[in-house]
């Protein structure tokens, strides 16, 4: 059973359907809805909506005590939905709050920076740093063209890195299966394939009325393949286990979707040397980096090659029990300072 949004809307004033899809008797009967808004356009949209009485929180941050805060608050206040407003922290934060208070939520986008949209993990921050919790996944999306535009433009071509390291995530998938007998769910992989497929190649930007219609379906249809999956193994692989080592080693280097682009890239580059394939995959991805003013190389993001290495060394350590490229090669420390010079000597231009 696919678990799949009520409703998907993307679309320019789309924030006007709002109202009607959270009256919809469907997700609250007696219209009992609670707004949760970022710091940012959230509160610009939840004043304009036509919700007399819904009840609005502020989420102030991404992390687990404001998501478990936010939780009870819906929990006592016997809400039949929440709809969270903003960029990626606040659907993060409601999702994870709709989860612990039972209700159904519904998620308003403000930008596209990555694939948390629809999906059915929240990603946290706690003492220790970042971490990802299985929710339920929204039962509506909604995406206001018009807004994101208003958006940082980085935030938006942030998604794009999310979208394409989907193609790593599946390499990495399909390698577990051969190599480990991981089941390898196709229809999580057929969503996820078409979802970066959507984007790679793609010769307009983020100007583009029509290429950012195509950047949020294809981050909705991210976050279906990681519900069809029952996990986020059909758009996290060696990509994301960099981007947390990232994270955790060198916190506030850059967002979620320009290190997934870098981990995507570097894997593939990984692929291409040591086992033969992949090249060409890997000149699409770069190049589509390139396109969007995406970074591709560690300096990009200010880190040194002694950096970016150690963050590859301790990558796997940040996803126990995930087969990735990384894990398969198992490259000692030399080997990979080494890959990480080639890597990039051979993607800097």
């Given at each position: 059973?696919?678990?799949?949004?009520?409703?998907?809307?993307?679309?320019?004033?789309?924030?006007?359907?709002?109202?009607?899809?959270?009256?919809?008797?469907?997700?609250?009967?007696?219209?009992?809805?609670?707004?949760?808004?970022?710091?940012?356009?959230?509160?610009?949209?939840?004043?304009?909506?036509?919700?007399?009485?819904?009840?609005?929180?502020?989420?102030?941050?991404g992390s687990v005590d404001v998501a478990t805060e936010l939780g009870k608050k819906l929990r006592s206040g016997a809400y039949e939905a929440v709809a969270g407003i903003g960029g990626?922290?606040?659907?993060?934060?409601?999702?994870?709050?709709?989860?612990?208070?039972?209700?159904?939520?519904?998620?308003?986008?403000?930008?596209?920076?990555?694939?948390?949209?629809?999906?059915?993990?929240?990603?946290?921050?706690?003492?220790?740093?970042?971490?990802?919790?299985?929710?339920?996944?929204?039962?509506?999306?909604?995406?206001?063209?018009?807004?994101?535009?208003?958006?940082?433009?980085?935030?938006?071509?942030?998604?794009?890195?999310?979208?394409?390291?989907?193609?790593?995530?599946?390499?990495?998938?399909?390698?577990?299966?051969?190599?480990?007998?991981?089941?390898?769910?196709?229809?999580?992989?057929?969503?996820?394939?078409?979802?970066?497929?959507?984007?790679?190649?793609?010769?307009?930007?983020?100007?583009?009325?029509?290429?950012?219609?195509?950047?949020?379906?294809?981050?909705?249809?991210?976050?279906?393949?990681?519900?069809?999956?029952?996990?986020?193994?059909?758009?996290?692989?060696?990509?994301?286990?960099?981007?947390?080592?990232?994270?955790?080693?060198?916190?506030?280097?850059?967002?979620?979707?320009?290190?997934?682009?870098?981990?995507?890239?570097?894997a593939y580059f990984l692929r291409s040397k040591y086992q033969g394939f992949g090249g060409a995959r890997m000149n699409e991805i770069r190049a589509c980096l390139h396109r969007h003013?995406?970074?591709?190389?560690?300096?990009?993001?200010?880190?040194?090659?002694?950096?970016?290495?150690?963050?590859?060394?301790?990558?796997?350590?940040?996803?126990?029990?995930?087969?990735?490229?990384?894990?398969?090669?198992?490259?000692?420390?030399?080997?990979?300072?080494?890959?990480?010079?080639?890597?990039?000597?051979?993607?800097?231009?």
């Amino acid at each position: 059973m696919i678990n799949a949004p009520l409703a998907i809307d993307v679309r320019q004033g789309a924030i006007a359907s709002l109202g009607s899809v959270l009256a919809d008797r469907r997700i609250a009967n007696e219209g009992r809805i609670a707004v949760a808004v970022g710091p940012g356009q959230g509160s610009q949209i939840a004043a304009e909506l036509d919700l007399p009485h819904c009840e609005v929180f502020k989420v102030e941050g991404g992390s687990v005590d404001v998501a478990t805060e936010l939780g009870k608050k819906l929990r006592s206040g016997a809400y039949e939905a929440v709809a969270g407003i903003g960029g990626g922290k606040t659907i993060d934060v409601t999702k994870f709050a709709a989860s612990m208070a039972g209700i159904p939520m519904v998620a308003v986008a403000t930008n596209l920076s990555h694939d948390g949209i629809a999906s059915p993990v929240s990603s946290l921050e706690h003492e220790s740093g970042k971490g990802s919790y299985g929710v339920t996944m929204p039962i509506a999306v909604v995406v206001d063209v018009d807004y994101v535009r208003a958006a940082p433009q980085r935030l938006v071509r942030s998604g794009i890195g999310d979208v394409v390291s989907n193609l790593s995530a599946i390499a990495d998938w399909e390698l577990a299966g051969r190599e480990q007998g991981e089941p390898v769910d196709g229809m999580a992989v057929t969503f996820a394939r078409t979802a970066a497929e959507a984007i790679v190649n793609r010769s307009d930007t983020v100007d583009s009325q029509e290429f950012l219609t195509a950047l949020a379906e294809a981050l909705v249809l991210s976050g279906m393949a990681m519900s069809v999956a029952g996990s986020s193994r059909p758009a996290s692989g060696a990509c994301h286990e960099l981007l947390h080592a990232i994270d955790q080693l060198y916190p506030g280097t850059s967002n979620h979707g320009e290190l997934a682009g870098i981990g995507a890239l570097y894997a593939y580059f990984l692929r291409s040397k040591y086992q033969g394939f992949g090249g060409a995959r890997m000149n699409e991805i770069r190049a589509c980096l390139h396109r969007h003013g995406l970074p591709a190389l560690p300096g990009d993001v200010g880190l040194d090659e002694e950096q970016f290495a150690r963050a590859v060394a301790h990558a796997p350590a940040t996803r126990p029990g995930r087969y990735t490229v990384l894990e398969h090669l198992a490259l000692s420390d030399d080997d990979i300072r080494r890959s990480v010079a080639e890597y990039v000597q051979t993607n800097d231009h």
